[in-house]
Protein backbone atom coordinates (compact mmCIF):
# COMPACT_ATOMS: atom_id res chain seq x y z
CA UNK A 1 0.00 0.00 0.00
CA UNK A 2 1.09 3.39 -1.33
CA UNK A 3 -0.26 5.84 1.99
CA UNK A 4 -0.93 9.53 0.73
CA UNK A 5 -3.61 10.28 3.51
CA UNK A 6 -2.49 12.88 5.82
CA UNK A 7 -1.77 10.61 8.93
CA UNK A 8 -0.53 8.08 9.97
CA UNK A 9 1.49 8.32 6.87
CA UNK A 10 4.25 6.14 6.01
CA UNK A 11 7.04 6.15 8.71
CA UNK A 12 10.67 5.79 7.55
CA UNK A 13 12.55 1.97 8.60
CA UNK A 14 14.51 3.07 11.61
CA UNK A 15 11.27 4.77 13.06
CA UNK A 16 9.56 1.10 12.82
CA UNK A 17 12.61 -0.60 14.02
CA UNK A 18 11.92 1.33 17.33
CA UNK A 19 8.68 -0.73 17.87
CA UNK A 20 10.01 -3.86 16.86
CA UNK A 21 11.63 -4.63 20.32
CA UNK A 22 9.26 -4.62 23.94
CA UNK A 23 8.65 -1.52 25.49
CA UNK A 24 11.06 -0.62 27.78
CA UNK A 25 10.63 0.48 31.51
CA UNK A 26 10.55 4.27 31.80
CA UNK A 27 10.48 5.40 35.56
CA UNK A 28 14.65 5.78 35.25
CA UNK A 29 17.29 8.08 34.22
CA UNK A 30 17.94 6.81 30.79
CA UNK A 31 14.20 7.94 29.97
CA UNK A 32 13.99 10.96 31.96
CA UNK A 33 16.98 12.15 29.65
CA UNK A 34 15.25 11.18 26.18
CA UNK A 35 12.30 13.04 27.22
CA UNK A 36 14.61 16.16 28.55
CA UNK A 37 16.16 16.03 24.59
CA UNK A 38 12.46 15.50 23.30
CA UNK A 39 11.61 18.68 24.88
CA UNK A 40 14.62 21.09 23.93
CA UNK A 41 14.64 19.81 20.34
CA UNK A 42 11.10 20.32 19.89
CA UNK A 43 11.21 23.61 21.39
CA UNK A 44 14.50 24.96 19.33
CA UNK A 45 12.30 23.27 15.97
CA UNK A 46 9.43 25.45 16.87
CA UNK A 47 11.75 28.41 17.76
CA UNK A 48 9.94 28.80 21.01
CA UNK A 49 10.66 31.22 23.37
CA UNK A 50 13.14 31.54 26.57
CA UNK A 51 11.09 29.55 28.89
CA UNK A 52 8.63 27.63 27.10
CA UNK A 53 7.96 24.27 28.06
CA UNK A 54 6.38 21.10 26.86
CA UNK A 55 3.62 19.04 27.69
CA UNK A 56 3.65 15.28 26.04
CA UNK A 57 0.29 14.08 26.35
CA UNK A 58 -0.52 10.05 25.38
CA UNK A 59 -3.73 10.65 23.34
CA UNK A 60 -4.31 11.56 19.62
CA UNK A 61 -3.81 15.06 18.28
CA UNK A 62 -7.75 16.16 19.79
CA UNK A 63 -7.38 15.03 23.21
CA UNK A 64 -4.33 17.75 22.67
CA UNK A 65 -6.83 20.09 21.38
CA UNK A 66 -9.03 19.32 24.33
CA UNK A 67 -6.37 19.65 27.13
CA UNK A 68 -5.21 23.01 25.69
CA UNK A 69 -8.78 24.40 26.09
CA UNK A 70 -9.51 23.12 29.58
CA UNK A 71 -6.13 23.87 31.01
CA UNK A 72 -5.22 27.34 29.43
CA UNK A 73 -8.71 28.44 28.86
CA UNK A 74 -10.93 29.54 31.35
CA UNK A 75 -14.74 30.66 32.53
CA UNK A 76 -13.80 34.29 32.38
CA UNK A 77 -12.27 33.99 29.03
CA UNK A 78 -14.39 35.34 26.04
CA UNK A 79 -12.71 33.36 22.75
CA UNK A 80 -12.59 33.97 19.07
CA UNK A 81 -12.58 30.62 17.08
CA UNK A 82 -11.56 30.60 13.03
CA UNK A 83 -13.79 27.76 11.82
CA UNK A 84 -12.70 26.75 8.09
CA UNK A 85 -14.13 23.26 8.31
CA UNK A 86 -13.89 20.15 9.82
CA UNK A 87 -10.67 21.00 12.76
CA UNK A 88 -11.66 24.19 12.66
CA UNK A 89 -15.50 22.96 14.22
CA UNK A 90 -13.99 20.92 16.75
CA UNK A 91 -12.45 24.05 18.42
CA UNK A 92 -16.04 25.37 18.35
CA UNK A 93 -17.46 22.42 19.89
CA UNK A 94 -15.41 22.38 22.56
CA UNK A 95 -15.95 25.65 23.34
CA UNK A 96 -19.19 24.63 23.44
CA UNK A 97 -19.22 21.16 25.29
CA UNK A 98 -16.87 23.45 28.27
CA UNK A 99 -19.23 26.35 28.30
CA UNK A 100 -16.79 29.26 26.93
CA UNK A 101 -18.47 32.15 25.75
CA UNK A 102 -17.12 32.43 21.95
CA UNK A 103 -17.55 33.69 18.78
CA UNK A 104 -16.97 31.78 15.98
CA UNK A 105 -15.60 33.16 12.52
CA UNK A 106 -16.95 30.86 9.73
CA UNK A 107 -14.44 30.55 6.28
CA UNK A 108 -15.70 29.75 3.22
CA UNK A 109 -14.26 25.61 2.51
CA UNK A 110 -11.10 26.09 1.25
CA UNK A 111 -10.76 30.22 1.18
CA UNK A 112 -8.73 32.40 3.07
CA UNK A 113 -9.59 33.91 6.22
CA UNK A 114 -11.12 37.35 5.76
CA UNK A 115 -9.42 39.77 8.03
CA UNK A 116 -11.88 42.12 8.23
CA UNK A 117 -14.10 39.72 10.37
CA UNK A 118 -11.44 39.17 12.40
CA UNK A 119 -10.19 43.33 13.14
CA UNK A 120 -14.51 43.78 13.66
CA UNK A 121 -13.49 41.90 16.73
CA UNK A 122 -10.93 43.94 17.84
CA UNK A 123 -11.26 46.20 21.03
CA UNK A 124 -13.79 43.94 22.59
CA UNK A 125 -12.09 42.61 25.25
CA UNK A 126 -11.74 38.91 23.97
CA UNK A 127 -9.27 37.31 25.50
CA UNK A 128 -8.25 34.10 23.62
CA UNK A 129 -8.16 32.70 19.80
CA UNK A 130 -7.91 29.68 18.66
CA UNK A 131 -6.93 28.23 14.62
CA UNK A 132 -6.02 25.52 13.32
CA UNK A 133 -2.53 26.96 11.51
CA UNK A 134 -3.66 24.61 8.70
CA UNK A 135 -7.00 23.04 8.64
CA UNK A 136 -6.14 20.08 7.31
CA UNK A 137 -10.18 19.21 5.80
CA UNK A 138 -9.82 21.87 3.14
CA UNK A 139 -5.97 22.35 2.58
CA UNK A 140 -5.92 26.10 3.22
CA UNK A 141 -3.28 27.26 5.60
CA UNK A 142 -4.12 30.94 6.95
CA UNK A 143 -1.64 33.81 7.16
CA UNK A 144 -0.35 33.24 10.98
CA UNK A 145 1.48 36.40 10.74
CA UNK A 146 -2.01 38.44 10.40
CA UNK A 147 -3.92 36.51 13.00
CA UNK A 148 -0.88 36.62 15.59
CA UNK A 149 -0.96 40.67 15.12
CA UNK A 150 -4.10 40.60 15.88
CA UNK A 151 -3.79 39.15 18.68
CA UNK A 152 -1.08 40.87 20.32
CA UNK A 153 -2.74 44.54 19.38
CA UNK A 154 -5.29 43.45 21.74
CA UNK A 155 -2.92 41.04 24.25
CA UNK A 156 -5.42 38.30 23.10
CA UNK A 157 -3.68 34.50 24.03
CA UNK A 158 -2.78 32.38 20.89
CA UNK A 159 -3.56 29.19 20.78
CA UNK A 160 -2.35 27.04 17.44
CA UNK A 161 -3.19 23.86 16.21
CA UNK A 162 -0.47 22.88 13.96
CA UNK A 163 -1.12 19.35 14.20
CA UNK A 164 -0.89 18.86 10.60
CA UNK A 165 1.41 21.86 10.41
CA UNK A 166 4.66 20.97 12.07
CA UNK A 167 7.12 20.28 9.93
CA UNK A 168 5.33 20.60 6.63
CA UNK A 169 5.05 24.46 7.24
CA UNK A 170 7.33 26.74 8.32
CA UNK A 171 6.61 27.95 12.33
CA UNK A 172 8.02 30.80 14.44
CA UNK A 173 6.28 30.45 18.10
CA UNK A 174 8.26 33.84 19.50
CA UNK A 175 7.92 35.65 15.82
CA UNK A 176 4.05 34.69 16.26
CA UNK A 177 4.18 35.48 20.42
CA UNK A 178 1.77 32.18 20.43
CA UNK A 179 1.19 31.06 23.41
CA UNK A 180 0.26 27.10 22.62
CA UNK A 181 1.34 24.92 19.64
CA UNK A 182 0.37 21.47 19.70
CA UNK A 183 1.15 18.70 17.09
CA UNK A 184 0.51 15.64 17.21
CA UNK A 185 2.66 12.16 16.19
CA UNK A 186 0.99 10.53 13.09
CA UNK A 187 0.98 13.75 10.55
CA UNK A 188 4.45 14.77 9.20
CA UNK A 189 6.37 13.93 12.44
CA UNK A 190 5.13 10.44 10.57
CA UNK A 191 5.34 8.04 13.80
CA UNK A 192 2.70 6.07 15.16
CA UNK A 193 -0.73 7.88 16.42
CA UNK A 194 -0.81 8.14 20.08
CA UNK A 195 1.48 10.80 21.19
CA UNK A 196 0.70 14.46 21.65
CA UNK A 197 3.21 17.70 22.29
CA UNK A 198 2.07 21.47 23.66
CA UNK A 199 4.76 23.62 23.94
CA UNK A 200 3.55 26.45 26.39
CA UNK A 201 4.73 29.53 26.56
CA UNK A 202 5.31 31.64 29.78
CA UNK A 203 2.10 33.39 30.01
CA UNK A 204 0.25 29.34 29.18
CA UNK A 205 2.05 28.02 32.17
CA UNK A 206 0.54 31.22 34.50
CA UNK A 207 -2.84 30.50 33.19
CA UNK A 208 -2.36 26.80 33.21
CA UNK A 209 -1.16 27.25 37.48
CA UNK A 210 -3.69 30.18 38.03
CA UNK A 211 -6.38 28.05 36.56
CA UNK A 212 -8.40 25.19 38.32
CA UNK A 213 -7.72 22.03 37.22
CA UNK A 214 -10.68 19.98 35.56
CA UNK A 215 -9.32 16.90 34.38
CA UNK A 216 -7.16 14.27 36.08
CA UNK A 217 -5.10 12.57 33.56
CA UNK A 218 -5.70 15.50 31.05
CA UNK A 219 -3.67 17.46 33.76
CA UNK A 220 -1.21 20.40 32.62
CA UNK A 221 -0.26 21.27 36.31
CA UNK A 222 0.90 17.67 36.45
CA UNK A 223 2.16 17.15 33.46
CA UNK A 224 4.36 20.10 33.87
CA UNK A 225 4.99 18.95 37.20
CA UNK A 226 6.22 15.78 36.26
CA UNK A 227 8.34 17.07 33.28
CA UNK A 228 10.56 18.95 35.67
CA UNK A 229 11.93 14.80 36.17
CA UNK A 230 11.50 14.36 32.84
CA UNK A 231 8.33 12.59 33.45
CA UNK A 232 5.03 11.89 32.83
CA UNK A 233 2.73 11.30 35.57
CA UNK A 234 1.06 8.50 34.37
CA UNK A 235 2.58 5.49 31.86
CA UNK A 236 2.70 7.34 28.32
CA UNK A 237 2.61 5.54 25.08
CA UNK A 238 6.93 4.58 25.55
CA UNK A 239 7.64 3.29 22.04
CA UNK A 240 5.99 6.54 20.62
CA UNK A 241 8.03 8.28 22.74
CA UNK A 242 11.61 7.09 22.06
CA UNK A 243 10.49 6.77 17.97
CA UNK A 244 9.91 10.91 18.83
CA UNK A 245 13.30 11.12 19.80
CA UNK A 246 15.11 8.88 17.42
CA UNK A 247 13.53 11.36 14.59
CA UNK A 248 13.79 14.41 16.14
CA UNK A 249 17.78 13.81 16.76
CA UNK A 250 17.42 12.45 12.61
CA UNK A 251 16.22 15.87 12.06
CA UNK A 252 19.15 17.56 13.80
CA UNK A 253 21.65 15.45 12.31
CA UNK A 254 20.26 16.17 8.69
CA UNK A 255 20.65 20.32 9.76
CA UNK A 256 17.32 21.18 11.00
CA UNK A 257 13.48 21.51 10.30
CA UNK A 258 14.46 23.55 7.30
CA UNK A 259 16.21 20.52 5.13
CA UNK A 260 12.90 18.73 6.07
CA UNK A 261 10.40 21.25 5.42
CA UNK A 262 12.33 21.85 1.95
CA UNK A 263 11.36 17.80 1.08
CA UNK A 264 8.02 18.18 1.99
CA UNK A 265 7.60 21.36 0.18
CA UNK A 266 9.37 20.11 -3.21
CA UNK A 267 7.33 16.97 -3.19
CA UNK A 268 4.01 19.11 -3.21
CA UNK A 269 5.56 21.35 -5.70
CA UNK A 270 6.33 18.11 -8.05
CA UNK A 271 2.45 16.85 -7.66
CA UNK A 272 0.65 20.38 -7.72
CA UNK A 273 3.38 20.69 -10.92
CA UNK A 274 2.12 17.67 -12.71
CA UNK A 275 -1.96 17.70 -12.61
CA UNK A 276 -1.96 19.91 -16.03
CA UNK A 277 -3.98 17.15 -17.92
CA UNK A 278 -6.32 15.84 -15.51
CA UNK A 279 -9.86 17.03 -14.62
CA UNK A 280 -9.70 18.45 -11.36
CA UNK A 281 -8.85 22.07 -9.70
CA UNK A 282 -7.29 23.55 -6.66
CA UNK A 283 -9.51 23.38 -4.04
CA UNK A 284 -7.45 26.53 -2.71
CA UNK A 285 -7.10 29.11 -5.55
CA UNK A 286 -3.27 30.38 -4.40
CA UNK A 287 -0.40 28.87 -3.59
CA UNK A 288 0.64 31.09 -0.70
CA UNK A 289 -2.28 29.74 0.90
CA UNK A 290 -1.94 26.25 0.77
CA UNK A 291 -0.21 23.98 3.17
CA UNK A 292 2.80 22.13 2.24
CA UNK A 293 1.05 19.30 3.87
CA UNK A 294 -1.51 18.49 1.81
CA UNK A 295 -3.22 19.29 -1.48
CA UNK A 296 -7.09 19.04 -1.78
CA UNK A 297 -8.13 18.59 -5.32
CA UNK A 298 -11.75 19.61 -6.22
CA UNK A 299 -13.41 17.16 -9.79
CA UNK A 300 -14.99 18.35 -12.28
CA UNK A 301 -17.00 15.66 -12.64
CA UNK A 302 -18.55 14.55 -9.17
CA UNK A 303 -15.75 11.44 -9.08
CA UNK A 304 -14.18 12.22 -6.61
CA UNK A 305 -15.29 8.90 -4.30
CA UNK A 306 -14.65 6.91 -7.11
CA UNK A 307 -11.23 8.14 -7.72
CA UNK A 308 -10.39 7.34 -4.09
CA UNK A 309 -12.06 3.60 -4.51
CA UNK A 310 -10.32 2.97 -7.56
CA UNK A 311 -6.66 3.92 -6.62
CA UNK A 312 -7.48 1.60 -3.55
CA UNK A 313 -8.89 -1.28 -5.11
CA UNK A 314 -6.96 -1.27 -8.63
CA UNK A 315 -3.58 0.39 -7.26
CA UNK A 316 -3.01 -0.32 -3.46
CA UNK A 317 -3.23 3.87 -3.32
CA UNK A 318 -4.50 5.58 -0.54
CA UNK A 319 -5.28 9.17 -0.63
CA UNK A 320 -7.59 10.68 1.61
CA UNK A 321 -11.16 11.18 0.81
CA UNK A 322 -13.38 14.23 2.43
CA UNK A 323 -16.43 12.85 3.72
CA UNK A 324 -20.02 14.41 4.61
CA UNK A 325 -21.42 17.02 1.89
CA UNK A 326 -17.72 17.05 -0.20
CA UNK A 327 -17.54 13.45 -0.84
CA UNK A 328 -18.16 13.09 -4.29
CA UNK A 329 -16.48 16.66 -5.33
CA UNK A 330 -13.21 16.37 -2.99
CA UNK A 331 -9.82 14.46 -2.01
CA UNK A 332 -6.60 15.13 -0.66
CA UNK A 333 -3.30 14.58 -1.91
CA UNK A 334 -0.68 14.58 1.29
CA UNK A 335 3.13 14.85 1.09
CA UNK A 336 4.33 14.03 4.87
CA UNK A 337 5.67 10.33 5.81
CA UNK A 338 8.29 8.41 3.77
CA UNK A 339 7.15 9.32 -0.05
CA UNK A 340 9.28 9.91 -2.99
CA UNK A 341 9.16 11.53 -6.12
CA UNK A 342 9.05 8.02 -7.73
CA UNK A 343 5.81 7.72 -5.23
CA UNK A 344 3.93 10.32 -7.05
CA UNK A 345 5.13 9.04 -10.41
CA UNK A 346 2.84 6.38 -10.11
CA UNK A 347 0.12 8.26 -8.61
CA UNK A 348 0.11 10.75 -11.29
CA UNK A 349 0.34 7.52 -13.53
CA UNK A 350 -2.52 6.08 -12.35
CA UNK A 351 -4.82 8.73 -12.12
CA UNK A 352 -3.98 9.37 -15.88
CA UNK A 353 -5.05 5.50 -16.48
CA UNK A 354 -8.60 6.13 -14.38
CA UNK A 355 -9.00 9.72 -16.75
CA UNK A 356 -8.10 7.74 -19.75
CA UNK A 357 -10.70 4.66 -19.11
CA UNK A 358 -13.16 7.72 -18.19
CA UNK A 359 -13.85 7.00 -14.84
CA UNK A 360 -12.50 10.86 -14.13
C1 LIG B 1 -5.23 15.42 12.27
C2 LIG B 1 -5.64 16.71 12.85
C3 LIG B 1 -6.29 16.80 14.09
C4 LIG B 1 -6.79 15.64 14.89
O1 LIG B 1 -5.96 14.67 15.11
P1 LIG B 1 -6.40 13.29 15.76
O2 LIG B 1 -5.07 12.74 16.05
O3 LIG B 1 -7.15 12.54 14.70
O4 LIG B 1 -7.23 13.56 16.94
C5 LIG B 1 -6.58 18.05 14.59
N1 LIG B 1 -6.27 19.15 13.91
C6 LIG B 1 -5.68 19.12 12.72
C7 LIG B 1 -5.37 20.40 12.03
C8 LIG B 1 -5.34 17.89 12.15
O5 LIG B 1 -4.74 17.85 10.94
Redesign the pocket.
Known sequence: MLNFT??PVMSPQEILEVASVSTPYFRTEEFSKVMFENEAMFLTFLHAPENARCVFLTS????A?EACVINVLNEFDKVICINGGF?GQ?FVELCRLHRYEYTEIKCEFGKPLDMSLLEALGGKEYTALLV?M???SSGIRYDMNAIADFCKNNEIVLIV?A??SFIADSIDMERLGADVILT?S??ALALQ?GI?IVALSNRAIDRVKNNREKSLYFSFKEALKNMERGQTPYTPAVTILLQLHKRLFAMKEAGGILAEQKKIHELAEYFRNHLVDLPLDFLVEHDKDRSNAVTALKSHHHKAEEIFERLKKEYSIWICPNGGKYKDDIFRVGHIGCLKKRDYDLLLDALREINAKGYM
Open positions: VGSGTGMFRNHETDISGQKPA
